[in-house]
Protein backbone atom coordinates (compact mmCIF):
# COMPACT_ATOMS: atom_id res chain seq x y z
CA UNK A 1 0.00 0.00 0.00
CA UNK A 2 1.57 3.72 -1.24
CA UNK A 3 1.65 6.24 1.88
CA UNK A 4 -0.05 9.64 1.43
CA UNK A 5 2.98 10.91 1.90
CA UNK A 6 5.37 10.05 -0.87
CA UNK A 7 4.00 12.74 -2.99
CA UNK A 8 4.77 15.27 0.24
CA UNK A 9 8.01 16.68 1.21
CA UNK A 10 9.49 18.55 4.02
CA UNK A 11 10.19 22.36 3.07
CA UNK A 12 11.73 25.01 5.16
CA UNK A 13 10.24 28.84 4.97
CA UNK A 14 9.52 31.42 7.22
CA UNK A 15 6.13 32.73 7.07
CA UNK A 16 5.12 36.27 7.79
CA UNK A 17 2.00 37.41 9.75
CA UNK A 18 1.08 41.26 10.42
CA UNK A 19 2.86 40.66 14.01
CA UNK A 20 4.84 37.24 14.12
CA UNK A 21 7.73 35.83 12.25
CA UNK A 22 7.65 31.78 12.33
CA UNK A 23 10.21 29.93 10.92
CA UNK A 24 9.77 26.42 10.57
CA UNK A 25 9.05 23.57 8.45
CA UNK A 26 6.05 21.88 6.74
CA UNK A 27 4.56 18.92 4.51
CA UNK A 28 4.21 20.23 0.96
CA UNK A 29 2.50 18.25 -2.03
CA UNK A 30 4.76 17.68 -4.72
CA UNK A 31 3.19 20.45 -6.97
CA UNK A 32 4.80 23.08 -4.44
CA UNK A 33 3.59 26.16 -1.95
CA UNK A 34 1.46 27.24 -3.96
CA UNK A 35 -0.81 25.00 -5.04
CA UNK A 36 -1.13 23.84 -0.65
CA UNK A 37 -1.46 28.06 0.27
CA UNK A 38 -4.19 28.57 -2.45
CA UNK A 39 -6.25 25.31 -2.17
CA UNK A 40 -9.79 26.35 -0.99
CA UNK A 41 -10.34 22.99 0.49
CA UNK A 42 -8.13 23.92 3.83
CA UNK A 43 -8.26 27.74 5.64
CA UNK A 44 -5.07 26.66 8.15
CA UNK A 45 -1.84 25.49 7.69
CA UNK A 46 0.50 22.70 10.22
CA UNK A 47 3.99 23.87 10.57
CA UNK A 48 6.68 21.55 12.48
CA UNK A 49 9.85 22.85 14.30
CA UNK A 50 8.38 25.91 14.07
CA UNK A 51 9.80 29.04 15.91
CA UNK A 52 8.40 32.29 16.76
CA UNK A 53 9.31 36.06 16.42
CA UNK A 54 7.46 38.97 16.84
CA UNK A 55 8.51 41.19 13.58
CA UNK A 56 9.55 44.45 15.72
CA UNK A 57 12.18 41.75 17.51
CA UNK A 58 13.13 38.94 14.72
CA UNK A 59 15.89 37.76 16.63
CA UNK A 60 14.28 37.36 19.90
CA UNK A 61 12.43 33.81 20.11
CA UNK A 62 9.10 33.91 21.66
CA UNK A 63 7.94 30.86 21.31
CA UNK A 64 8.99 27.45 19.65
CA UNK A 65 6.21 24.32 18.95
CA UNK A 66 6.10 20.99 17.83
CA UNK A 67 3.64 22.16 15.86
CA UNK A 68 2.07 25.58 14.84
CA UNK A 69 -1.08 25.96 12.77
CA UNK A 70 -1.44 29.34 10.97
CA UNK A 71 -4.72 30.52 9.49
CA UNK A 72 -3.89 31.24 5.67
CA UNK A 73 -5.33 34.53 5.56
CA UNK A 74 -3.87 36.21 8.21
CA UNK A 75 -0.47 35.45 6.50
CA UNK A 76 1.12 38.22 4.37
CA UNK A 77 4.12 35.99 2.44
CA UNK A 78 5.73 33.04 2.75
CA UNK A 79 9.64 33.29 1.74
CA UNK A 80 11.22 29.96 0.05
CA UNK A 81 14.85 28.70 0.05
CA UNK A 82 14.37 27.83 -3.84
CA UNK A 83 12.08 28.73 -6.49
CA UNK A 84 11.38 25.77 -7.53
CA UNK A 85 9.65 24.80 -4.05
CA UNK A 86 6.55 27.67 -4.72
CA UNK A 87 5.74 25.35 -7.78
CA UNK A 88 4.17 26.54 -10.60
CA UNK A 89 1.81 29.37 -11.33
CA UNK A 90 -0.83 29.83 -14.49
CA UNK A 91 0.89 28.83 -16.81
CA UNK A 92 1.66 31.63 -19.90
CA UNK A 93 -0.98 31.02 -22.97
CA UNK A 94 0.36 30.54 -25.78
CA UNK A 95 -0.53 33.73 -27.62
CA UNK A 96 1.42 35.56 -24.45
CA UNK A 97 4.91 34.38 -22.87
CA UNK A 98 5.51 35.40 -19.09
CA UNK A 99 6.95 38.35 -19.06
CA UNK A 100 9.01 39.71 -16.11
CA UNK A 101 7.82 42.63 -14.35
CA UNK A 102 9.95 44.49 -11.52
CA UNK A 103 7.87 45.63 -8.42
CA UNK A 104 7.24 46.87 -5.24
CA UNK A 105 4.58 45.56 -3.22
CA UNK A 106 3.68 47.11 -0.03
CA UNK A 107 1.78 46.82 3.02
CA UNK A 108 0.89 49.03 6.59
CA UNK A 109 3.43 46.52 7.94
CA UNK A 110 6.19 45.19 4.90
CA UNK A 111 7.31 46.13 1.67
CA UNK A 112 8.36 43.42 -1.01
CA UNK A 113 10.65 43.99 -4.28
CA UNK A 114 11.24 41.70 -6.69
CA UNK A 115 10.01 40.48 -10.28
CA UNK A 116 6.58 39.37 -11.06
CA UNK A 117 6.24 36.45 -14.07
CA UNK A 118 3.37 38.09 -15.91
CA UNK A 119 1.46 36.68 -19.06
CA UNK A 120 1.19 39.62 -21.62
CA UNK A 121 0.97 43.21 -20.72
CA UNK A 122 0.23 43.88 -17.31
CA UNK A 123 -2.69 45.08 -15.57
CA UNK A 124 -3.33 45.50 -12.38
CA UNK A 125 -6.96 44.71 -12.01
CA UNK A 126 -6.20 41.09 -13.14
CA UNK A 127 -2.99 41.04 -10.97
CA UNK A 128 -4.95 41.81 -8.14
CA UNK A 129 -8.20 40.00 -9.27
CA UNK A 130 -7.96 37.51 -11.84
CA UNK A 131 -8.67 34.24 -10.22
CA UNK A 132 -9.36 33.20 -6.90
CA UNK A 133 -5.98 32.23 -5.45
CA UNK A 134 -5.03 34.43 -2.88
CA UNK A 135 -0.90 34.17 -2.97
CA UNK A 136 0.79 34.67 -6.09
CA UNK A 137 5.51 34.47 -6.58
CA UNK A 138 7.42 37.21 -6.89
CA UNK A 139 11.21 35.66 -7.65
CA UNK A 140 14.90 36.90 -6.26
CA UNK A 141 12.40 39.22 -3.77
CA UNK A 142 13.71 41.14 -1.12
CA UNK A 143 11.41 41.94 1.97
CA UNK A 144 11.31 44.29 4.88
CA UNK A 145 9.29 45.39 7.48
CA UNK A 146 8.35 49.11 7.27
CA UNK A 147 8.92 49.93 10.69
CA UNK A 148 11.55 47.82 11.69
CA UNK A 149 14.25 47.62 8.70
CA UNK A 150 16.27 44.88 10.70
CA UNK A 151 13.70 42.22 9.67
CA UNK A 152 14.93 42.13 5.76
CA UNK A 153 14.76 38.49 3.77
CA UNK A 154 16.06 37.97 0.35
CA UNK A 155 14.65 35.20 -1.40
CA UNK A 156 14.53 33.08 -4.57
CA UNK A 157 10.68 32.82 -4.31
CA UNK A 158 8.19 34.66 -2.03
CA UNK A 159 4.84 34.14 -2.06
CA UNK A 160 2.60 37.09 -0.96
CA UNK A 161 -1.14 37.31 -0.16
CA UNK A 162 -2.34 39.55 -2.92
CA UNK A 163 -5.52 39.93 -0.16
CA UNK A 164 -3.51 42.08 1.96
CA UNK A 165 -1.65 44.66 -0.89
CA UNK A 166 -2.02 48.24 -0.29
CA UNK A 167 0.04 49.39 -2.79
CA UNK A 168 1.70 47.86 -6.36
CA UNK A 169 4.23 49.65 -8.09
CA UNK A 170 5.92 48.71 -11.73
CA UNK A 171 9.49 49.81 -11.24
CA UNK A 172 10.76 50.91 -14.65
CA UNK A 173 14.21 52.74 -15.55
CA UNK A 174 12.77 56.37 -15.93
CA UNK A 175 9.30 56.13 -13.37
CA UNK A 176 7.27 53.68 -11.42
CA UNK A 177 3.79 53.45 -12.07
CA UNK A 178 1.82 53.29 -9.08
CA UNK A 179 -1.51 51.18 -8.54
CA UNK A 180 -3.19 51.46 -4.98
CA UNK A 181 -5.65 48.39 -4.04
Given at each position: MTSPNLAH???SADFLTLVYRVVGRMMVPAVG????LND???SFMEVVDAKLAPIHMPTKLVGEYEILDLVKSGLFAVCLARREDAGTQVPASSTHKAVKYPIRVATPVYQLEGTLEWSGRFDFEAVMHAGSAAFMPLYNATLTAILFPQLRIQSPAVLFNR?????LAVITDDKQVLSIA
Open positions: RLLMLAMPASRQVDL
